[in-house]
C-alpha cells in the first residue's frame, strides 16, 4: 500500500489562492499517476486534476475553469495542487490517490485508484 500525506488546506477568502502538497515517495511519483480530488458536503467525490507518470501530461476537469495547476516535484517524491481565484463552491476536503496508470492519460475516476491519503480541508469564505 501507498501511503500518501495531504497539506496547506485551510481558510481562504474568495478569490484567494492556495498550494495543497500531496506527500508520497519519489518511486510514486516517477512511475505512478497521482491525481487530486475532492468531496464537498453531501455531493460525490469528483476528480478534478490528475498527473500522468509516464511523461507528466495534466489532465482536469471542466469543473475547475483552468483555475487550478496540478504539478510533481519528483526529487522530493510530492505533487501540488495550485489553487487560484477560489471560490465558494471550491470548499471540500481534497484528496490526493494514485495507482498505476491505466492508460495514456491518467483517469479522474475513483475506481482508477487504490491508495488515497486523509484529505485536507478546504474552506472558502468571507
Known amino acids: 500500500q501507498v501511503q500518501l500525506v495531504e497539506s496547506g488546506g485551510g481558510l481562504v477568502q474568495p478569490g484567494g489562492s492556495l498550494r495543497l502538497s500531496c506527500l508520497a515517495s519519489?518511486?510514486?511519483?516517477?512511475?505512478?499517476?497521482i491525481a487530486w480530488f475532492r468531496q464537498a458536503p453531501g455531493k460525490e467525490r469528483e476528480g478534478i486534476a490528475c498527473?500522468?507518470?509516464?511523461?507528466?501530461?495534466?489532465h482536469y476537469a471542466n469543473s475547475i475553469e483552468g483555475r487550478f495547476t496540478i504539478s510533481r516535484d519528483i526529487a522530493k517524491g510530492t505533487v501540488y495542487l495550485q489553487m487560484d481565484s477560489l471560490k465558494e463552491e471550491d470548499t471540500a476536503v481534497y484528496y490526493c490517490?494514485?495507482?498505476?496508470?491505466?492508460?495514456?492519460?491518467?483517469?479522474?475516476?475513483?475506481?482508477?485508484?487504490?491508495?488515497w491519503g486523509q484529505g485536507t480541508q478546504v474552506t472558502v469564505s468571507s
Open positions: 490517490a494514485t495507482d498505476r496508470p491505466v492508460a495514456l492519460q491518467c483517469s479522474l475516476l475513483t475506481i482508477h485508484y487504490a491508495d
Open positions: 519519489k518511486l510514486t511519483v516517477e512511475h505512478f499517476d
Open positions: 498527473i500522468s507518470s509516464n511523461d507528466g501530461n495534466t
